[in-house]
């Protein structure tokens, strides 16, 4: 992962294999984090009323947090994207709501509020890298 003294401004390119991948422009770079929110990597959410264990989840929280520290350093462009469903799920598809077999469904309360519904603690993007005033949050 590139460290913020590695990246000058043009940004030329990070190691990678099968070769370097170059970088476009800095103004033409965005760092997009997507679905970060506790219903999907914390105990007691979506993701684990599902049957998962979260907790491997966890091991990429410290790239990402990273990446957007260089990417707030550099002054460049984040954007987070929130999933989750109005408080009367109108836009929540009934197949999606009663896919798979498991005691909680989207909409339903649970530890951290009614699962996948806007403005509810569990739809929020966890606190290690909560989004900054100047970053873009798409829900």
Known sequence: ???????????????????????????????????????????????????????????????????QEVFREKGMTIIQTKEGHRADLSDCPVNKRTRGRRSLTIGDEGPMGRILVLGEPGNEIIEAIAPGPEEIVIE
């Not at 190691?15 to 760092?31: H, S």
């Not at 984090?33 to 219903?39: G, L, N, S, T, V």
């Not at 684990?48 to 491997?56: A, F, H, R, T, Y």
């Open 1 to 67: 992962m590139p460290h913020s003294d590695d990246m000058p401004e043009t940004l030329a390119s990070i190691r990678a294999q099968p070769y370097d991948y170059a970088l476009p422009e800095k103004n033409r770079l965005a760092l997009v984090i997507i679905d970060m929110q506790r219903d999907f990597l914390e105990p007691g959410g979506f993701g684990e009323s599902l049957g998962n264990d979260v907790s491997p989840l966890q091991s990429i929280v410290p790239a990402v947090k990273r990446l």
